[in-house]
Structure formats: structure tokens, C-alpha cells
């Protein structure tokens, strides 16, 4: 040891830490395995969240490796330990406002003009499977927003036959629509 207290190159460091990792692995060997299957049991059958908490847990119990062998069997240490660290977990998250993201919520209007955007592309495509004649009085009247009179005048055909191909245009639309999947 230097004069300012600092280690230099102690042999005891290296024994210390070899005894360590054997201390680690041994503590991981024995009890990982019935420990996993505890906590999982009481994180509701997340993988994730139960090795993080044997991970913690066994982390403890090599920190304080000295007193484990005062404390009696070491397996209700774990237990305890592990049990301990997920009531924490869940009064942490309990107790914090929960976080949310804006982002998703700026988000719903785009998803609304996705829908509209893709019933748009249904009755294009459903369009293409109806007469031209009804395809015409479907786009002059619906699409174009013009009256039965003004669609006859553009169209140059009687307002009666108009109403008529209107009527025998949605029927079919309909059926070409119900046919690519698309109802209501």
C-alpha cells in the first residue's frame, strides 16, 4: 500500500477477488435455479423482470457474503431477499406517476387518415370492378358531391336514368366491396 492509501499491486487483491467469483458462481450453481422459479411466480410469469431480481438478489447476498454464514440456511436468505426486491419494485412503480409517451397521442390522428386513406384505396379498387356507366353516376354524384339534376346535365343523361344507375351502381359496389373483404 502507498502512503496515500491507495493499493498498488496486492497479491490479497487477487486472492480476494478469485474467491469472490468462486463465491458467485457457487451461490448462481445452487440456488439460481429454485430461485428463478420463485420469483417468477411473483413477477406474474415475466422471464425478464424475474432474472434481473435473482440477479440482484444473488449480487446481495455476495456483497454481504460475510454475514450469510451468521444468518443460518442461505436459501431463506434468498427467498426473502428476492421477495423483498420485487415488493420494492412494485411500491416504486406504485408510488411514481405512471410515464407515458406524448408521442402515441399525436399519433391518432395520423392512424384515422390511415383508415381513411385505406377505405379510400377499397373503393378505388372496388370502383374498377363496376360498369363504367355506374362508375360515372357513383363519381358525379358521391365523389363530386352533385345533385341527381346536375349529374344528368354533366352526364347528358334523364335525372331518371341517374337515380336508377346511382341505385344499381351501390348495389354493386357493395358486392365488389363485401368481395375484397371490406363490410360495413
Known amino acids: ?13 487477487h486472492a480476494d477477488a ?4 468462486e463465491l458467485i458462481r457457487a451461490l448462481y ?4 435455479g429454485p430461485l428463478f422459479g420463485f420469483v417468477l411466480h411473483l413477477v406474474g410469469g415475466d422471464r425478464q423482470r424475474a432474472e434481473d431480481v435473482v440477479q440482484e438478489t444473488l449480487v446481495r447476498a455476495w456483497r454481504h457474503a460475510d454475514q450469510l454464514d451468521a444468518a443460518g440456511p442461505l436459501r431463506p436468505w434468498l427467498v426473502t431477499v428476492a421477495r423483498r426486491i420485487v415488493i420494492d419494485d412494485h411500491r416504486r412503480a406504485a408510488a411514481r406517476p405512471p410515464e407515458t409517451d406524448p408521442a402515441p397521442l399525436e399519433l391518432l390522428p395520423a392512424a384515422d387518415e390511415l383508415d381513411r386513406a385505406l377505405r379510400m384505396m377499397a373503393i378505388t379498387d372496388a370502383l374498377g370492378a363496376v360498369t363504367e356507366a355506374h362508375r360515372e353516376v357513383i363519381v358525379e354524384t358521391y365523389l363530386k358531391g352533385r345533385t341527381v339534376a346536375e349529374a344528368a346535365a354533366v352526364l347528358g343523361i334523364p335525372e331518371g336514368t341517374v337515380k336508377s344507375r346511382v341505385f344499381y351502381a351501390l348495389r354493386s359496389l357493395k358486392i365488389a366491396l363485401e368481395e375484397r373483404g371490406v363490410t360495413s
Open 1 to 13: 500500500m502507498r502512503q496515500d492509501g491507495l493499493v498498488t499491486d496486492d497479491p490479497r487483491r
Open 29 to 32: 450453481r445452487e440456488h439460481a
Open 18 to 21: 478469485g474467491r469472490d467469483e
